[in-house]
């Protein structure tokens, strides 16, 4: 990807980083070429090695069946990680997700139980939209107490996590609501909510057209302005390991039957809306102004409201779509348990935290990518699978989850040092 | 220099709470010029450029620039007039790439995305411009040297077709090298007619560059001299003792108190 000026460099003292790299400088060179994520390669490493290790352990993990369990499973989290991925880069932090999607959810539940009349077209279409303002305005609350009446955010949300929890029960002082309206129970990814082996392929076979569309015309777009490219056989490998990506994971979506037949169930609708959504923040968003004002707020805020960056309004953005996004994952966890309960989300934001950082967000602010944090929240769910899988107690499995967060912060540490020197 | 000043700074005012930052303090600046602000720390000079570039607001005082009074509300209106701002500690965002910091806040847009392959030809034209190399300008500016660092600032100020630069410590965090490079590109831009406010702790380096040098102590204008007709003693004089030398420049302002 590098551009190289004809210019030599002035003076070995200032010549830039390669040196730091020296061991590993080949390896750093063909990811740079190929246009690939080192950091991100090491945590697909390190998923591997989990699943692996999990799946000798139990023989169990590395099953279509576990594996689309997985996925659906991680879909509450990886809804909301890209909004922490955002919130974290603009050095902020939201502590509050876990109990903003327990009162969400249970706001919805109630509307959708006691107030709407069950299984008529327009409940769950109603009950969300309720939802997803709900979740706006939470977020703009936040985002107005952290960026106008400039209270840490770490405190906001604090406070947030508490009294939401709290509110979350005195919606319906703590009754359980349920059961939930049948089409609502789609965005769970239960028995109706998969698409199916040909939709998943219809599916899957649009990502890898815009996936070659892409790739093509980012290739004809920078020979337009004359800059380097790869080789073309470079080219058809990287978009090879696109494509087989993609359709290797639509197969094993098709490889899980409904009980007691041979159809396959496809796609969740979860996963869908997870993928949905981090692919719409790393492509669409990713590409806007908005998205650099968050990165260069978060390098430096002295710099960005020197460029005239409205660095308030932005971050009061920023904890909208966090808000949104904690919606739409209490939708999921509502519509999955058939049922609006005050615990629902409990600890969701230690996972979402975690699940952000051990993707490469540091809590330094300005460095982050969704595609890692989307990966991280499927390594921290795979955690979680595992141990369930292992029988450990859910005591001991509070006690390694709380370690990874802490041994993600520390590596996070380590590698910023690193990049430093 | 009978033309008129392209800036002008008249009685200009501050106060941080009870403490007066500046009082009564005229500059101006003409097109082609370097005129050089000296001062100890806290004399004011830091606090005079802010409210030229828009940072703060003066509490009283009045901006002409080619002879028209302006506001300047916000960094925004600043650059409304040409004026770009190079501050000391460089005000780059360390993780962007060098074609985000130099669009920052200006960016090339292709409906709602983002022009980055545009953004990175401009950059590197701008950078070729100033003669400073690059090696790689997808990479965050966190791993560039000093001078490529102030080349991707400066460039930054020169894109946008800046009349009025102002230079808050340029040279401060640099080896002797990239000073002499940062030189360099101060000589090109005020041959290109750019008006030059040169903020400096280091008298030497205001001699080499500053056309005039105005002398501030604790908040108040000690006066304006021509460098060709004084000397650094003379110089140090006015910013320790706060004392003119006989030899004033006709136009300049009196000392104040």
């Keep these: ?421 | 220099m009978e033309r008129q000043p392209l800036v002008e700074m008249r009685s200009i005012y501050k106060a941080f709470g009870g403490v007066h930052a500046l009082e009564d303090v005229t500059v101006d600046l003409y097109a082609g010029e370097v005129v050089g602000l000296v001062g100890h720390n806290g004399a004011g000079k830091s606090t005079l450029i802010k409210i030229l570039s828009g940072v703060y607001g003066a509490d009283s005082g009045r901006i002409f620039i080619d002879g028209q009074e302006v506001t300047i509300r916000n960094p925004r209106d600043a650059r409304g007039h040409g004026i770009e701002t190079i501050y000391q500690n460089l005000a780059l965002a360390d993780n962007l790439d060098a074609p985000a910091n130099i669009f920052l806040g200006r960016e090339i847009m292709r409906g709602i995305s983002l022009n980055e392959d545009a953004m990175e030809a401009e950059s590197r034209k701008v950078l070729n411009r100033l003669r400073i190399s690059v090696p790689s300008l997808r990479e965050s500016v966190l791993n560039l040297s000093g001078g490529q660092r102030q080349a991707v600032a400066i460039g930054r100020a020169i894109y946008f077709n800046a009349r009025i630069l102002i230079m808050d410590e340029p040279t401060a965090a640099l080896g002797p090298q990239e000073a002499r490079q940062v030189g360099e590109l101060i000589k090109q831009l005020k041959g290109q007619g750019l008006g030059i406010f040169l903020i400096s702790h280091d008298i030497h380096d205001v001699f080499d560059h500053a056309d005039r040098i105005s002398v501030l102590k604790t908040g108040r204008l000690v006066g304006t001299v021509r460098t060709a007709e004084v000397t650094k003693d003379d110089v140090l004089t006015m910013i320790i003792a706060g004392t003119l030398p006989g030899k004033t420049q006709g136009n300049a302002a009196v000392a104040g108190g």
């Design chain 1, 1 to 421: 990807m590098s551009v190289e000026t004809t210019a030599p460099r002035q003076t070995p003292a200032e010549a830039p980083p390669p040196a730091r790299f020296g061991r590993v400088n080949v390896f750093q060179r063909f990811a740079a070429w190929a246009g690939f994520d080192t950091r991100l390669m090491g945590m697909v490493a390190a998923l591997a090695v989990i699943w692996v290790g999990f799946h000798l352990q139990t023989g169990l993990f590395l099953t279509p069946r576990n594996l689309w369990n997985l996925m659906v499973q991680s879909s509450v989290v990886g809804v909301m990680v890209g909004g922490m991925v955002l919130v974290i880069v603009a050095r902020q932090i939201d502590l509050s997700v876990g109990s903003v999607l327990g009162f969400v959810g249970m706001v919805m539940a109630f509307m959708q139980v006691q107030v709407f009349p069950l299984e008529v077209w327009w409940n769950p279409l109603a009950t969300i939209l309720i939802g997803l303002s709900l979740g706006a305005l939470i977020g703009a609350f936040h985002g107005y107490v952290v960026a106008y009446l400039e209270v840490p955010s770490f405190i906001v949300t604090l406070g947030s996590l508490l009294a939401f929890r709290g509110g979350a029960w005195l919606v319906t002082s703590g009754r359980t609501m349920a059961p939930l309206d049948t089409t609502y129970q789609i965005f769970g990814g239960g028995i109706n909510g998969s698409i199916g082996a040909t939709w998943s392929w219809v599916g899957g076979l649009a990502a890898i057209v815009i996936l070659v569309w892409y790739f093509v015309s980012s290739r004809a777009r920078r020979r337009k302005y004359g800059f380097t490219v790869r080789p073309l056989w470079g080219e058809f490998l990287v978009i090879a390991i696109n494509v087989g990506f993609v359709a290797g994971f639509v197969q094993l979506m098709n490889s899980y039957p409904f009980p007691g037949t041979t159809v396959p169930r496809g796609l969740p609708v979860p996963v869908l809306m997870m993928l949905g959504l981090g692919i719409l923040m790393s492509t669409v968003l990713r590409s806007t102004r908005f998205w650099r004002y968050v990165f260069a707020i978060g390098g430096n805020p002295e710099a960005a409201r020197f460029s005239g960056i409205p660095t308030r309004r932005i971050t009061l953005v920023v904890f909208v779509i966090m808000g949104v996004l904690a919606a739409i994952a209490g939708i999921i966890a509502t519509a999955r348990l058939n049922a609006g309960t005050n615990s629902a989300g409990e600890l969701a934001e230690l996972s979402v935290i975690a699940a952000a950082v051990i993707g490469g967000t540091s809590l330094s602010g300005g460095v982050g990518s969704i595609p890692g944090a989307m990966i991280g929240a499927v390594l921290m769910e795979s955690l979680r699978n595992g141990m369930v899988l292992m029988d450990l107690p859910s005591a001991l499995q509070n006690v390694v989850q709380g370690a990874v967060l802490v041994l993600a912060v520390w590596l996070d540490v380590v590698y910023q040092r690193y990049r430093r020197r």
